[in-house]
Structure formats: structure tokens, C-alpha cells
């Protein structure tokens, strides 16, 4: 059973960069001293995922030129202007290919995330039971997500931007939430405001 993390940072971040004085890419946009995508990574290497994928896109070069990604592998996501699922769905194939039997996804502007979800998360898979498993916080779904294998046949299929929501409001899936109360937040970040508060 080989669990991988799958870190989506595909998209321009348009929103941000609209708003950012310097033009920086949202990943590499400075987050309590380092770039931001770092903190999401190191929620899932360090919560007991076998192996992480990074999916970039719009600022691969920039991305892999400016982040420590240390033992990460990098899946370049060439449908990164399509949307989530686009970005989704390279992680998946990428993973499924290296002989993932679930991915735990999270989002690459989520810089509150801790390695303890991911791991509650891992800990409480039952393949046999659920097909996906959604962290809650004060019962609100968010990142991150374990998507079993029983799921990427469905994840092939999405399309938008919409990411796995759409598997998760068609009712075909087995869902479970796993409450996270107290293992950090799921904020996102779409401009340098927010990302400032959540600094």
C-alpha cells in the first residue's frame, strides 16, 4: 500500500498577480520568510506520505528554480490553463503510474496546513469502506483529500476547475470526513492581502 502526496500549484495565480506590486508567482510569493508553496509541501512530506508530487504549470521554471524541493518529484502540467482538474488529473496519472494505491492532495497556497492532518488522514484509510477521506475543521470540508485508487478512473474524467468537488457532489463516491480540529487550517491564499493575514 504506497500512499503519495500530490501538491497542486499548476495554475497562474492570475487573481494574486493581479494584485502583487512585484509580479512574483504565487508559489514563490514569500511566506513568513520562505516561498509560500514550501509550507504545503513539507504538510505532506512530513506526514508519512511514500513519495510527493509537486504539479506545476504556468510558473514550472520559476518554480523549480526558486523552491527547495528537496525529494519531491515534479509533474509539469501542460492542461494547467483548463482548470484544477487538469492539474488534478496529471498528479493522479503520475502517481498511479508509480504504483500509488491513494493520493493525498492538497493545494499549493495553503500555507497553514500541518503534517498531523495528513497523517490523521493516512491513519484513518479503510479502503474497504471509503473511497475518498476529507478533512474537516469545525465540520467545514477542506484540504487535504485522500483520494483511494478506486477513485482515479473518475478523477480521468473531470474536467474545470473545479477539482475532486465534483466527485464529491455526485454521491457515486463513498466519502468520509475526518475531523482536523486543531491540526491547522486550510486557508487558501489568492492575493498578497490574504496571504498577509494568514502570515
Do not use: N
Not at 68 to 87: F, I, N, P, R
Not at 97 to 107: E, I, N, P, W, Y
Not at 154 to 174: E, I, P, S, Y
Request: charged share 20%.
Amino acid at each position: 500500500m504506497s500512499v503519495w502526496g500530490l501538491v497542486l500549484a499548476a495554475g497562474a495565480g492570475s487573481r494574486f498577480a493581479a494584485a502583487s506590486s512585484g509580479g512574483v508567482p504565487k508559489p514563490l510569493a514569500s511566506f513568513r520568510g520562505r516561498p509560500l508553496i514550501e509550507r504545503p509541501l513539507a504538510a505532506v512530506t512530513g506526514g508519512g506520505t511514500d513519495r510527493t508530487l509537486v504539479v506545476l504549470g504556468a510558473h514550472a521554471a520559476a518554480v523549480r528554480a526558486g523552491v527547495a524541493l528537496g525529494d519531491a518529484g515534479v509533474v509539469v502540467c501542460q492542461d494547467w490553463a483548463e482548470g484544477l482538474s487538469a492539474s488534478l488529473r496529471a498528479g493522479v496519472a503520475a502517481a498511479a503510474a508509480g504504483g500509488a494505491t491513494a493520493v493525498v492532495v492538497v493545494l499549493g497556497d495553503q500555507p497553514l496546513l500541518e503534517p498531523a492532518a495528513v497523517a490523521r488522514l493516512i491513519e484513518a484509510r479503510e479502503p474497504a469502506a471509503a473511497d475518498a477521506l476529507r478533512a474537516t475543521y469545525d465540520g467545514v470540508p477542506g484540504h487535504p483529500t485522500l483520494l483511494e485508487a478506486s477513485t482515479f478512473g473518475a478523477v480521468a474524467a473531470l474536467r474545470g476547475d473545479a477539482g475532486a468537488r465534483d466527485l464529491f457532489a455526485g454521491g457515486a463516491l463513498r466519502v468520509r470526513r475526518v475531523a482536523c480540529d486543531g491540526l491547522g487550517r486550510p486557508d487558501d491564499a489568492d492575493t498578497p492581502a490574504a496571504l498577509d493575514r494568514l502570515a
